[in-house]
């Protein structure tokens, strides 16, 4: 299994709709998860931190399954100016300053 | 003002010529990284220093060489460069709290071709 794997979509979805990601990660003694945003040709800005089960932020949603090793993010009422690739980021154990990226997931959202 | 500066933005360059793309930070963070982006591929660590006299190689060194100025400056250089050299590169930054994830602050990139 790759340490961090995306489904690269892109998932295109209207207005208003609720989408979700899973991002698998491969080292089951990591504690923390991120996801990045990346526009196209930009640099990726940090979204949203896990550190336990889940985090909510306004219409974002990031969830941690450490059982099966996998993370969601949940955008709900989906804008135009979400669309974007979502990187799922998983720190180093022992050098947390240390990154792995996945290759992201790209969003449409359309009229 | 940017936080985190690279120049130059846009580079085009030829094989076997060498080139320094530049990072400057004014967060104060002692942490800085170059990663570089290709189509799909996740970004990739290139080099990274957690302060003036720590430089690490990341996964993919080869062909490229770093040197940190100072606290605020982190340079890469391709000695010699080759056209899987093109992509994206970005300089990041990040403060040193030991065992906790770090946020990391992304310059705007480099976009870099080698012909």
């Known amino acids: 299994r790759k340490e961090v794997e995306q489904d690269p979509g892109p998932f295109n979805v209207p207005e208003g709709a609720t989408v979700a990601f899973n991002c698998t990660y491969s080292?089951?003694?990591?504690?923390?998860f991120f996801w990045y945003r990346q526009d196209c040709r930009k640099e990726p800005k940090l979204l949203m931190s896990?550190?336990?089960s889940g985090n909510e932020d306004g219409r974002f949603t990031a969830q941690l399954n450490r059982a099966s090793q996998y993370i969601s993010l949940l955008i709900r009422d989906s804008k135009l100016s979400d669309s974007a690739t979502y990187l799922c980021?998983?720190?180093?154990?022992?050098?947390?300053?240390?990154?792995?990226f996945g290759t992201g997931t790209r969003l449409q959202v359309t009229l | 003002d940017a936080d985190v500066t690279q120049t130059p933005r846009n580079r085009i360059t030829k094989t076997g010529k060498r080139i320094m793309l530049e990072c400057s930070q004014t967060?104060?963070?002692?942490?800085m990284y170059w990663y570089r982006q290709d189509p799909g591929l996740g970004l990739q660590l290139i080099y990274y220093?957690?302060?003036?006299?720590?430089?690490n190689k990341g996964e993919i060194s080869d062909g490229y060489s770093v040197s940190r100025q100072a606290q605020a400056k982190f340079s890469l250089s391709l000695e010699s460069a080759i056209p899987n050299q093109t992509a994206l590169y970005f300089c990041?930054?990040?403060?040193?709290?030991?065992?906790?994830?770090?946020?990391?602050?992304f310059g705007p990139g480099t976009r870099l071709t080698v012909t």
């Open positions: 080292n089951s003694a990591s504690q923390s």
């Open positions: 967060k104060g963070h002692d942490r």
């Open positions: 220093s957690f302060d003036v006299k720590d430089i």
């Open positions: 990041a930054t990040s403060d040193a709290h030991p065992n906790s994830f770090n946020e990391q602050y």
């Open positions: 896990v550190y336990s």
């Open positions: 980021v998983v720190p180093h154990t022992g050098t947390a300053s240390k990154l792995t």
